[in-house]
């Protein structure tokens, strides 16, 4: 009995250090977010980046970009939950999780766009480099759907995840301080009245 009792305690103490918000996330909780609140440490701006509980809206007004201001990651595995808008053709939407962020002007974007595309960007003194684009990812824009976008950025090498099917890895240089991450969210052509991006968690764990 006593026996029991021990491995009862230790697996619970082992959950305890796991976010939950993304299945398949490993090691000690660095930071996550349900958004009940705007608590949670975001540079905010009204109607463009938001916190409406339960989620943090963000509403491109060609693009919108929000870092959190109280936590820092470097080595981790970033995930969210997002609801994408439908978007259309010719105006498609995007969602991007900024990670090794040293400001606005110089991070790393893993985005997702509802055209059924996605990449990997590095942003430089303002300037946008593609690493990886991939075509008929498996994003989902059917309305009220929940898409996983996740990065694994561990010893060096950038995995990126989308719904739980790996779409690259590729190595990568980890910049030097203390990095930032956060969301972004873009659209092809600013229209009045355009379409939100809803995060609807943000976690970050330490990873294996």
């Known amino acids: ?22 299945e398949g996330q490993t090691g000690a909780v660095i930071f996550e977010d349900t958004f009940p609140d705007d608590s949670g440490g975001w540079e905010l701006t009204v109607g463009s980046s938001e916190v409406i509980p339960p989620v943090l809206k963000l509403t491109p007004k060609g693009t919108s970009t929000t870092l959190n201001l109280t936590f820092n990651a470097v080595s981790a595995d970033y995930c969210a ?7 259309k053709p010719d105006n498609y939407v995007g969602f991007g999780l900024d990670f090794w962020a040293k400001d ?22 303002g300037v946008w480099t593609a690493i ?41 240089q ?22 939100s991006v809803e995060v609807t968690s943000y976690s970050v764990t330490t990873g294996e």
């Open 104 to 125: 606005y002007t110089s991070l790393m974007s893993f985005i997702v766009y509802t055209n059924k595309t996605a990449g990997l960007y590095k942003l430089t003194d």
């Open 132 to 172: 990886y684009n991939g075509n008929d990812v498996n994003v989902d824009t059917t309305p009220g759907a929940t898409n996983t976008v996740r990065v694994i950025a561990k010893d060096g090498k950038i995995t990126l995840m989308l719904n739980g099917t790996v779409l690259k890895a590729v190595r990568a």
């Open 174 to 195: 980890v910049p030097e301080g203390n990095l930032r991450f956060g969301a972004y969210a873009e659209i092809q052509t600013n229209i009045d009245d355009g379409p």
């Open 1 to 22: 009995m006593l026996r029991t009792l021990l491995i009862a305690s230790v697996l619970q103490l082992g959950l305890g250090t796991v976010a939950m918000a993304c």
């Open 81 to 87: 939950e997002v609801k994408l808008p439908q978007g």
